[in-house]
């Protein structure tokens, strides 16, 4: 039995930094060159924000990219929930600092931390709350600054990651809601694969923190995705009570390009009806699903009706989706 939402996606935006860095930008950083980066990740280039530019700035943008396009957006909006593992503090949550900034009078806010997985996590939880009555607009943001947490002295990590925000509106409908199921599974035991460690030093018997360092296993979570991941999307669609031949788009976390191609041989899948964001934005978290929206919104690839699979997957380790029809 397909899931009763009473929740819509009414609004897209996005914001990018401006800065680009190129695969020869690396390639005098560290031990790389532009081939070799290309035919392993598919990544030509990637945004980085700037060094007083975070978390919260590019979500503040990535709104007001959205009121360009929906100027009544933020209009009576009762929750704002940000997707971030790279938030700018540990406290006040990116939500808070955007409600801050746009003076968004009742809402609640909240953080979401599930890294690559995060924006269909948030995504379910906005259509969960509206379908439990207890919502009627959220405000549903990714954003990630994976340059702030990134070693560009380690050839196999830094070469994949961007930085980018996005924003999404999700209301309540009294007809019929876009989400048709969704699925999400977990495996702590393997958490070790991929991690975000703060480093410190015991300074005069105190503990003052340094910085953040991201570290994670690429071998084994290629591995791990492509026998893992295939079965998840399979779960979810059983759960739609859908198969891939009703699905007009796949938006898999864009981790890499490898990795989806990979992924679609073995749902026998076709790569053209995948959306990706990452050959020119890199890997930018849990932005990459709503970033590969937004690109396809913009080149009218999207239609209403279309149904999509949206599967992330990441650190945790987590994956899950969900289905929708546009």
Known sequence: MQYNSSSKITGVGAYLPEKILTNHDLEKLVDTNDEWIV???GVKERRTAQKDEFSSDMAI?????LLTRHSAAIDEVDMIIVTTFTPDHLTPSVAALVQGYYGIQNAGTMDINAACTGFTYGLCVADSLITAGSFKKILLISSEATSKIMDYTDRNTCIIFGDAATAFVIEKTDGKGSILASSF???GKLAENVTCSVLSDRVNGRILTKDRLFQQEGKFLYEYVVKTIPDGVQNLLKKSQLSLEDIAWFVPHSANLR????LCKRLEFP??????SNEYYGNTSSATIPLAIWMA?????IKTGDKMVLYGFGGGLTHGGVVLEW
Do not use: F, G, Y
């Not at 943008?61 to 990219?65: G, L, R, S, T, Y």
């Not at 790569?271 to 990706?276: F, G, P, Q």
């Open 271 to 276: 790569m053209e009806k995948t959306l990706i």
């Open 297 to 301: 919104l913009q080149a009218a690839r």
């Open 259 to 262: 990795m989806i191609e990979a």
């Open 61 to 65: 943008k990535a709104v007001e990219n």
């Open 185 to 187: 599974n977990s495996d």
């Open 39 to 41: 035919r392993r990740t």
